[in-house]
């Protein structure tokens, strides 16, 4: 069965860097679309970044993330800096399964890393 595991969450401060990763089993990860959510305390989940041939992000972004993947390691990764308070959340990666990439279905979740960005 597939699963995905997220890793590389932690405590930075404002203006640091993180980079989360997101290692996938099973040999048909590359021929998905992968995405990046994030849940802050008592908020909705809310879409961060999405990869396929190309990449999205959403608006609060900015610039400061960039979404890559190296499907021969079956991982997907997201480079974070220029940390904020703002950013803190739980981040899932997610297989995409079909609609929009920012609000459409994802089937297959992770089961998230804390990120921590103190001021």
């Known amino acids: 069965q597939v699963q995905l595991v997220e890793s590389g969450g932690g405590l930075v401060q404002a203006g640091g860097s993180l980079r989360l990763s997101c290692t996938a089993s099973?040999?048909?990860?590359?021929?998905?679309?992968m995405g990046w959510f994030r849940q802050a305390p008592g908020k909705e989940r809310e879409f961060v970044s999405a990869i396929s041939s190309r990449s999205y992000y959403a608006d609060f972004v900015q610039g400061r993330f960039t979404i890559s993947r190296d499907n021969a390691k079956n991982t997907m990764y997201l480079q974070m800096n220029s940390l904020k308070p703002e950013d803190t959340a739980v981040y899932y990666c997610a297989r995409y399964y079909r609609g929009s990439v920012d609000v459409g279905e994802y089937d297959l979740w992770g089961q998230g890393t804390q990120v921590t960005v103190s001021s």
């Open positions: 099973g040999r048909t990860f590359s021929t998905y679309t």
